[in-house]
């Protein structure tokens, strides 16, 4: 496979990932942090640090917009949820040598 391909898939595979990502907005950050060591957050950073490779100055809130599909205060009032002791306990124990 050539280049040009790979990254055409690539892009593709990440559209439909954030695409996902938008349409789930029951799975919390938290929640997907514990199971899969990265968030929405997470993933508009490494959007952020991406474009920053490319010389594109691309602010936190420009890059969570991208990934969130609106601004970032917005989907929180929307659709975060204070976090559960539960929640919070997974998280911790999944994480603990982070700590």
């Not at 936190?60 to 599909?69: P, T």
């Not at 917005?74 to 982070?98: D, G, I, L, N, S």
Request: charged share 35%; hydrophobic share 40%; with cysteine.
């Amino acid at each position: 496979m050539d280049d040009k391909t790979r990254t055409e898939l690539e892009a593709a595979a990440f559209r439909r990932l954030v695409a996902h990502l938008r349409e789930r907005t029951d799975v919390q950050n938290i929640d997907l942090m514990t199971l899969a060591g990265f968030c929405r957050n997470c993933l508009s950073n490494w959007y952020q640090d991406a474009a920053r490779e490319q010389g594109i100055d691309l602010d936190k809130a420009e890059a969570r917009e991208i990934v969130y599909g609106m601004p970032y205060e917005e989907w929180k009032a929307r659709y975060q949820t204070e976090a559960t002791e539960e929640q919070k306990a997974a998280f911790a124990a999944v994480h603990k040598h982070e700590a």
